[in-house]
């Protein structure tokens, strides 16, 4: 089955209320939807354990992990297992490889260049992830029960 357009996947339309001066602000946006929605999707997010959300670390836990994080910037692809070298954010990968990162780093697998058009993406959200392991996907990210 064809992943559904980007069109059809932001169809619908969300109402809420907010004070003044948020409304305000909003309407002062070049893009006052995709602003909403970066702002929800990222509520969905992790906090870091080391800034505890704040987006800054203490010199001294920088200096400390700086070194952890070089060495341990590697992980076996899913499927082949071949070292794969992670960026420290999607807009650091090349523009090519950025779709098969976004999906790892928001919590899918992992694949190699190689590896990642071979391996099907899903339906309704388009990470690759094996057929054997659909099941399992669809409880993990497209399940709303807690």
């Given at each position: 089955?064809?992943?559904?357009?980007?069109?059809?996947?932001?169809?619908?339309?969300?109402?809420?209320?907010?004070?003044?001066?948020?409304?305000?602000?909003l309407d002062n946006l070049p893009n006052k939807?995709?602003?909403?929605?970066?702002?929800?999707?990222?509520?969905?997010?992790?906090?870091?354990?080391?800034?505890?959300?704040?987006?800054?670390?203490?010199?001294?836990?920088?200096?400390?992990?700086?070194?952890?994080?070089?060495?341990?910037?590697?992980?076996?692809?899913?499927?082949?297992?071949?070292?794969?070298?992670?960026?420290?954010?999607?807009?650091?990968?090349?523009?090519?490889?950025?779709?098969?990162?976004?999906?790892?780093?928001?919590?899918?697998?992992?694949?190699?260049?190689?590896?990642?058009?071979t391996v099907g993406p899903c339906d309704d959200?388009?990470?690759?992830?094996?057929?054997?392991?659909?099941?399992?996907?669809?409880?993990?990210?497209?399940?709303?029960?807690?």
């Open positions: 089955m064809a992943r559904k357009d980007a069109k059809a996947q932001k169809s619908q339309i969300v109402a809420f209320k907010v004070e003044e001066e948020l409304a305000k602000f939807s995709e602003f909403i929605r970066k702002a929800i999707l990222a509520q969905f997010r992790m906090t870091c354990p080391l800034c505890t959300g704040s987006g800054v670390v203490p010199r001294g836990i920088h200096d400390h992990y700086k070194h952890v994080l070089v060495e341990h910037d590697t992980r076996p692809c899913e499927k082949c297992k071949a070292a794969v070298t992670i960026p420290m954010s999607a807009d650091a990968a090349p523009p090519a490889d950025r779709r098969r990162f976004e999906q790892f780093l928001d919590g899918g697998p992992l694949y190699c260049a190689k590896c990642y058009p959200c388009g990470w690759h992830v094996p057929h054997e392991k659909m099941v399992e996907h669809f409880k993990k990210v497209h399940s709303h029960s807690g």
